[in-house]
């Protein structure tokens, strides 16, 4: 029986280092696998030119370049693309491309499904299924890069407005935010393999304030991340209060928000800027009043952060409503008028629901989130038919 064939996209730079030495090659053919992979976007071992014929054989017999199939790739009017991937056993991903004048930026999955099982979110309404491998994280960005690359309409519009980096490495993604499918730091090990990938020089040399992963507050990982890989962090908040912010993130029954806030202070000496960023899902009626935003303001003002305010994206099943455009305004005015630093996220790719908390992918449930659901509804019992009446009754 033949050993199944590694994929090459699962190495960082010390893996590969490692596998090319147990194949008894010299170092630098390591460095030259990296290049043809990541920064050429070959697949093809028969194609990488400059590797001795016999490492080819070899590499033909044992490993692969293997990224995730696409199921569907969708194109939105105002340039975000949306693709839809492949995991397998019933369960897809998405990545989502999202051009402007002076940044590509990918966000990408680390999760098929997500466990924490916000309110307010798509992904983790459906559960979870699966952690996605190293290989599978970035190969959201080795494909996604390669395709670009060579897509006349990405081209067109990077030669119009030429992204950091664009002239000299032909570079078409310039930001990678993972703000995708699944809690990053619930995939620690996978994920920091392939944020190690996104900032070698040998592969996509991104720098660590384009790279953001996002979380929903896993703080002892958020303290290992800081000595691991410290890339631009984003906490997702979402409430100014431990009552409110258990019920919407229910993660912060484990970890509430001093315990929460005192790792973003750990994390600050290690970021690549002076400043967190916190995400703040606007919900109508649950969490954008002024006495709200006044609250938010009195638990942040010691801490070097952006406020990114996102008007909640809405899916059926959710029972809740995005504030209107008015109550974002008028929150982020107490935010500002108290110091903060705050910001109204747009919404991009409406046309292909490709805007936050709407990635749903298609998950098999093995967390069977829903059935759990229906179980807390028995416990708390003052949970009424829709949430959103229960939410508003907790301010
Ligand atoms: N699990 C991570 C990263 C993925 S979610 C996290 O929670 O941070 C990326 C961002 O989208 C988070 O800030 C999340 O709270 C937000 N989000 C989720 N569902 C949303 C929705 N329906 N509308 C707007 N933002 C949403
Ligand atoms: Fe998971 Fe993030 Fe969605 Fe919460 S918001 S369920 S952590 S993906």
Known sequence: MTSPRVNLLDFDA????????GLNEKPFRAKQLMQWIHQRGISDINDMSDLAKSFRATLLDKAEVLSLPIIK??????????????VGAGNAVESVFIPEDDRGTLCISSQAGCAVNCRFCS????????????????????????????DPEAVRRI????????????????NVVMMGMGEPLLNYDNVVSALRLMLDDRAYGLSRRRVTVSTSGVVP???????????????????????????????????????????????????????LT?????????????????????????????????????????????????????????????????????????????????????????TRVR????????????LPEQPIEWLKKLN
């Open 278 to 366: 916190f995400e703040y899902c606007m919900l109508d009626g649950v969490n954008d009043s002024d006495i709200q935003a006044k609250e938010l303001v009195r638990l942040l003002k010691n801490i070097k952060c952006k406020i990114n305010l996102i008007p909640f994206n809405p899916f059926p099943e959710s029972g809740l409503k995005r504030s209107s455009a008015q109550r974002v305004n008028a929150f982020a005015s107490i935010l500002l008028d108290a110091g903060m630093v705050a910001t109204v996220r747009k919404t991009r790719g409406d046309d292909i629901a490709a805007a936050c908390g709407q990635l749903a992918g298609d998950v098999v449930d093995r």
């Open 221 to 275: 990982m958020i303290d290992r991340l800081a000595q691991d890989c410290p890339v631009a962090l984003a906490v997702s908040l979402h409430a100014p209060n431990d009552q409110l912010r258990d019920q919407l993130v229910p993660l912060n029954q484990k970890y509430p928000l001093h315990e929460l806030l005192d790792a973003c202070e750990r994390y600050l000496p290690f970021a690549p800027r002076d400043f």
């Open 73 to 86: 790739d969708e194109h939105a009017a105002d340039g975000t693309r949306k693709w839809l991937l492949d």
């Open 123 to 150: 992904t983790g309404h459906q559960g979870f299924s699966r952690n996605l491998t190293s290989g599978e994280i970035i190969g959201q960005l080795w494909f996604a890069e390669h395709l670009l690359r060579n």
């Open 371 to 382: 059935e759990r659901a229906v179980h807390d509804a028995d416990i708390i019992t003052e």
């Open 14 to 21: 010390d893996q590969m280092a490692a596998y090319v030495a």
């Open 159 to 174: 030669e119009k407005y030429p992204t950091p980096g664009w002239e000299h490495t032909g570079r078409v993604i310039s």
